[in-house]
Nanobody, 116 residues
């Protein structure tokens, strides 16, 4: 079955960096786009970044443009979100997601906390 497993979250000071990883299995990873979402406490889930199946097309939320970079490795079936210049407002649970075979799939999420 389709599985998405995030890792790499943690506690970081403002201005710091983290790289999130998403390990995908159970489907043809390289045939589908993927996205990163986040949900802060008491907030709605929001789209952070998305990348096409080939990696040639990437899109970002205005709030993270210039600070976050989405990427993927279709050989290793991995997705990544490099987060630089982190701000307290980036604190959230981050999820990777894909739409494959007409269904939405989500990982379990990884907590990112930006605090001094």
């Amino acid at each position: 079955q389709v599985q998405l497993v995030e890792s790499g979250g943690g506690l970081v000071q403002p201005g710091g960096s983290l790289r999130l990883s998403c390990a995908a299995s159970g489907y043809a990873f390289g045939s589908y786009g993927m996205s990163w979402y986040r949900q802060g406490r008491g907030k709605e889930r929001e789209l952070v970044a998305s990348i096409s199946a080939t990696g040639l097309s990437r899109n970002y939320a205005d709030s993270v443009k210039g600070r976050f970079t989405i990427s993927r490795d279709n050989v290793r079936n991995m997705g990544y979100l490099q987060m630089n210049s982190l701000k307290p407002e980036d604190t959230a649970v981050y999820y990777c997601a894909t739409v494959a075979r007409g269904r939405d799939y989500w990982g379990q999420g990884t907590q990112v906390t930006v605090s001094s």
